[in-house]
């Protein structure tokens, strides 16, 4: 059903969502002559014939573009004064040093392995000779064994489960610094050999600017461990199976300290719950305040991050801009409308049934839903208001924090029972999604925004004018929503918006809402298969779907398309669809020509096998594909969730390099190491992992990189990375000198030279 408004609701504040979802509106700036501007110009504005929406306009490339290459955001204490490095030091910090980036210690040297008989008895036993004063360096020697660098980042993991706890967090994996991996019998049973029974030792070295005292931090799950700092033993339960579930406070002298760690293992691989072998000797260590906890909330210093804004929630919506606005969804239903200058909210609508709903069907709610519906209208009014007081460069501080995060407690049980009380059965319950109902990225053709919500009630499909006023809005029901909901974002496309649901893809007719036609889709438990890209036919634009080939009019051109799992879209270039073929333990890419007149088919030009993108043995960690590809000058790139990173030549058909980034978040239950899409924006293309840490690359062959900067923001929001983080998904919008960065708490605008 559609309903069409010619009123101002007064009873919505409006809404806009913007989403790291996987739909591909294709890049239409080199489809028509006469451009104004490029995007990511600060002159750059949207129309109908060049319409905005997720990676900006489909291609993840905004080459108008001047943004910062250097911000940061970190707490105000000694956490982000500590230095770190595995060299021995010589003096000051300096070239070997790194900073202590989300509390993790990641520099280490190891030494082992040294065969023992029995944990138990075998942890007090000095492998070292003389462990409290050891202060080694890369390449000495105990006995046979030598001390070598071991870097606790993606590349240096033996194991990876989205399904598991394994790798929520960055480990000194033993196993993989000392262990032999043999080719698996069958795809994703990487096994080592045996190595059990085993003593080894990390050292690392710290350097704090003056005395102090830190809480230490341990994750494991060892038999026996010991611990020393400055050659001091730590109170360390040394014959349990445990993970630390409180810190340990230790004393750091100025100047350099040397913290050593003694990890025995019985059996140094287990089996997961999916018949995976996985590390069992291997811990993960961070340095954090004194007395704080996973809801620490502290004072931040910050680099070139103009202002920031708390939302209501968590949501993979992507900004986009469109002239002096910027809009953006959060939570499960709320739509943003922002001033881009000043974070300020101009307006705000919470999606509902009743958007959708006819008079005959607002009358049957008019006892129960219309009352709170009214009672929402005020809620969110001083909701704004609240929000709007306080836009900071910092962030907020705990006290202010509290006072918002208690009033979105209190309206998230209101919205609950509002949605309950509009819908029929499950219809119309907007709230059931794995992470928000809101995570599409709005679309808009500088007239009008465009907007779906879904939850296991359904899809609302919404048009407002840029001041918020509804233009129309319509709602499909299906059954079935997909395992982890629908992560789609709308396309438009000569004045049509198409929709595509777990069931259908859907054209309406941007306007005026009225439905054109609609289409079987492709259903997938990951809500992606069935996302339209926008290609050229003929001379003529078309809707590409995992399926087939559709006319604007929906007729069916061509049958095929590309297999995709995950939530992912692939990317169309000069007629050849580029798609990273999600397999699981067997990634792959292939590159299918798109029919171009009557009579062409589907075909495969090209593929490369998962041995060839990333090794002999394959990709043995089983990344999913989330974020889309990025193409530029000939070269895709693309990066899987464990923040495996393959470079493809599309011209010469093969791989030039492969790397596992050095970020702070893999892949992990309910959270995905690297979801954000990369993205071009002027001389850099810039990779988000899922806590906000961002590396730089420069475009080309060589893959180098060129900085790496953080938001580090500890919150209370539920599924937080390690520590608290917040979590990342949705890809940047960039607009002139202003980059703009939407995590599950803030939304951030950073811009060079402010404060």
Not at 225 to 252: C, E, F, N, S
Request: neutral net charge; hydrophobic residues 35%.
């Amino acid at each position: 059903m559609t309903r069409n408004y010619t009123y101002s609701s007064r009873f919505h504040i409006c809404r806009m969502a913007s989403i790291v979802s996987m739909l591909l509106i294709a890049s239409f700036a080199t489809w028509a002559a006469g451009d104004k501007a490029q995007l990511g110009s600060p002159n750059f504005y949207p129309s109908p014939e060049h319409p905005v929406g997720w990676r900006g306009d489909g291609s993840g490339r905004f080459p108008g573009a001047t943004p910062p290459t250097v911000w940061n955001r970190r707490l105000a204490d000694i956490t982000s004064e500590i230095m770190v490095q595995s060299a021995k030091p010589n003096g000051k910090p300096g070239a070997d040093s790194h900073a202590l980036a989300y509390f993790t210690v990641k520099d280490w040297l190891v030494s082992g392995p040294f065969p023992i008989d029995d944990p138990e008895k075998d942890i007090d036993k000095d492998f070292l000779g003389g462990e409290s004063a050891i202060q080694p360096e890369a390449g000495d020697k105990v006995g046979d064994k030598q001390w070598k660098v071991s870097r606790a980042y993606e590349g240096s993991q033996s194991y990876y489960a989205c399904n598991s706890y394994t790798c929520t967090h960055l480990w000194i994996d033993f196993l993989y610094a000392f262990g032999t991996l043999v080719p698996a019998e069958k795809p994703g049973a990487n096994v080592y050999a045996n190595i059990d029974n085993q003593a080894a030792y990390a050292h690392t070295y710290l350097y704090s600017p003056r005395p102090v005292d830190v809480d230490l931090e341990i994750q494991h799950s060892l038999p026996g461990m010991k611990m020393w700092v400055d050659g001091i033993p730590q109170r360390v339960d040394a014959t349990k199976k445990y993970t630390l579930a409180k810190p340990i406070q230790i004393h750091l002298n100025e100047g350099w300290n040397r913290l050593l760690i003694k990890a025995i293992c019985d059996k140094s691989q287990v089996k997961d719950g999916y018949g995976q072998f996985k590390s069992n000797w291997c811990f993960s260590a961070y340095i954090r305040p004194v007395g704080s906890s996973q809801n620490y909330t502290g004072r931040y210093e910050t680099r070139n991050i103009d202002w920031m804004i708390k939302l209501t929630g968590r949501n993979c919506s992507q900004p986009i801009v469109v002239g002096d606005k910027l809009f953006v969804g959060s939570n499960n239903a709320d739509l943003f409308c922002l001033e881009k200058s000043s974070g300020k909210i101009l307006w705000m609508h919470t999606g509902t049934y009743w958007d959708a709903m006819t008079d005959e069907e607002r009358a049957g709610v008019k006892d129960t839903g219309e009352p709170l519906y009214r009672e929402l209208d005020k809620i969110n009014t001083d909701l704004v208001a609240l929000l709007n007081a306080n836009i900071t460069p910092q962030g907020l501080d705990a006290s202010r924090q509290a006072i918002i995060d208690k009033e979105l407690g209190k309206r998230n049980k209101f919205l609950k029972s509002l949605h309950d009380s509009l819908s029929t059965g499950q219809k119309g319950k907007l709230y059931l999604n794995e992470v928000s109902a809101g995570n599409a990225t709005p679309t808009s053709d500088g007239k009008k925004v465009y907007w779906v919500v879904q939850g296991s009630g359904g899809y609302l499909t919404s048009a407002f004018d840029l001041n918020g006023k509804l233009s129309w809005s319509s709602f499909e029901y299906q059954k079935y929503a997909g395992e982890h909901g629908s992560h789609r974002s709308p396309v438009l496309c000569e004045g049509k918006l198409f929709v595509s649901t777990d069931e259908k893809l859907i054209a309406y007719d941007a306007a005026t809402g009225k439905e054109l036609w609609r289409a079987a889709g492709s259903p997938h438990q990951h809500g992606t298969d069935g996302s339209p890209i926008v290609v050229q036919f003929n001379g003529k634009r078309l809707l590409q779907t995992t399926n087939n080939l559709f006319s604007l009019d929906g007729a069916t051109i061509a049958n095929g398309g590309c297999f995709t799992v995950g939530c992912y879209v692939p990317i169309v270039e000069d007629g050849v669809l580029y798609n990273p073929r999600n397999g699981r333990w067997d990634n792959s890419f292939e590159a299918i020509a798109i029919p171009k007149q009557d009579g062409d088919t589907h075909k495969i030009i090209w593929k490369l096998d998962a041995k060839t993108l990333y090794g002999p043995l394959g990709n043995i960690f089983g990344g999913d594909y989330i974020a889309s590809p990025l193409y530029v000058d000939g070269l895709v790139y693309q990066v899987d969730s464990t923040g495996n990173l393959v470079v493809i030549d599309t011209r010469e058909r093969k791989r030039i390099y492969q790397r596992m980034m050095d970020g702070y978040n893999v892949n992990g239950y309910r959270l995905y190491g690297y979801c954000a899409s990369p993205t071009l924006a002027g001389k850099h293309i810039y990779l988000m992992d899922g806590v906000g840490y961002v590396t730089l690359l420069k475009p080309g062959a060589d893959g180098k990189v060129t900085g790496n900067n953080m938001l580090q923001n500890i919150t209370n929001l539920p599924a937080s990375a390690p520590n608290g983080q917040e979590v990342f998904y949705a890809g940047m919008y960039f607009d002139g000198k202003r980059m703009f960065v939407h995590g599950d708490e803030y939304l951030y605008c950073i811009e060079e030279n402010r404060r």
